[in-house]
């Protein structure tokens, strides 16, 4: 018999609301799920909320944090697990790739003690043939003197080497979920393009899902298969990452679309009225209603809900509407 849609997700977070110790709410009632060897992108300015969802999937939330909602890994749930199977999860069955590869690196240690420690602990690997399986797991990154490399500190590796140091680092403890949070920030954009590459070639050869947090429209649609755009701590649409760039449903996406650089076309960006709003300034309705053209009174005083428009998953009062008037992109031209 085959299994329901729940049992078929490795990850499900539903209805997650994050408060800080301070009363701000960063997330309000985020929902979103990944299968098995699925890749979802989780795109939006800066203080949309998606590394603060990928720190709840962690339980590294700042302190005094309150959570409402739930978080399970593989029908289990995350929210609830005790110290000793919490450690377990973060050691065997998630591994996260920081933004930051210097400020995650321990500069006093060598690449090799590094490398090792996570096989060593995490898998129960004895010494000498966790230092053979470091060299394969660093080849399998595409640094191929791999031996010479263990012997060497963070200072001495530039950054895109240091990030497929982190990324051999991840797989080496067998993970089911990668969390990619902003992966190639710190890289030039030569760079960016190889460790994507190489990130994105390890997650399918060892059929893993990830959820990667970028900015970057045009990489999520290259490299996931389901985009999350997430705006002031809500997902604002998700659908395909095929169709998403022809037929966003949202006009936050259609925004986002619209005010990056275009190759193979003579239309000029056109930026995002207004500023971002974090979580914790939005009033009771759409999170986007002060920054939307198409906002009506409702729109200020109603907060829609995710609802399904064809593939896509979109929160907006005005979503059926828009989507009949047609696409997006050419209506807010």
């Known amino acids: 018999m085959r299994a329901s849609v729940k049992e078929e997700e490795l990850l499900d977070i539903t209805g997650l609301r994050v408060g800080l110790a301070d009363g701000r709410t960063v997330l309000h009632d985020v929902s979103y799920a990944v299968r098995p060897g699925e890749s979802l992108g989780l795109v939006g300015e800066s203080g949309s ?10 339980r590294m939330l700042p302190a005094g944090a309150r959570t409402e909602g739930g978080v399970t890994f593989d029908g289990r749930s995350v929210t609830t697990m005790n110290p ?13 790739i920081p933004q930051d590869p210097r400020a995650a690196a321990n500069p006093v240690r060598t690449v090799g003690d590094f490398l090792t420690e996570v096989l060593v602990r995490a898998r129960g690997v004895a010494r000498g043939q966790a230092t053979e399986q470091a060299i394969r797991h660093l080849a399998d990154v595409g640094i191929a003197d791999g031996e010479h490399r263990l012997h060497q500190y963070p200072h001495q590796l530039s950054g895109g080497l240091l990030q497929r140091v982190m990324i051999a680092a991840a797989l080496a403890a067998e ?3 990668l969390l990619a949070d902003e992966p190639t920030t710190a890289l030039d954009v030569t760079t960016q393009q190889e460790v994507m590459a190489i990130l994105d070639e390890q997650r399918r050869r060892h059929h893993l899902a990830m959820v990667l947090v970028t900015h970057d429209l045009d990489l999520a649609a290259a490299v996931t298969d389901r985009i999350a755009v997430m705006y002031a701590g809500t997902i604002v649409e998700l659908a395909p990452s095929k169709g998403l760039h022809h037929h966003a449903r949202h006009p936050y996406t259609a ?3 619209r005010s990056r650089p275009a190759i193979g076309t003579r239309a000029r960006p056109v930026s995002l009225p207004g500023r971002p709003l974090s979580a914790f ?8 209603a002060d920054r939307c053209a198409f906002a009506e009174e409702d729109c200020r005083t109603q907060r829609p809900r995710l609802e ?5 998953l979109v929160a907006c009062h005005r979503a059926a509407e828009l989507t009949a008037a047609g696409s997006l992109l050419e209506t807010t031209s």
């Open 49 to 58: 909320g998606k590394s603060m969802s990928l720190k709840a999937v962690l």
């Open 281 to 288: 300034e939005a009033g009771p309705g759409c999170v986007f």
């Open 84 to 96: 000793r199977e919490l450690r377990a999860f973060r050691a065997g069955e998630v591994a996260m």
């Open 255 to 257: 925004g986002l679309l």
């Open 308 to 312: 399904a428009h064809g593939t896509h």
């Open 175 to 177: 993970p089911r979920l």
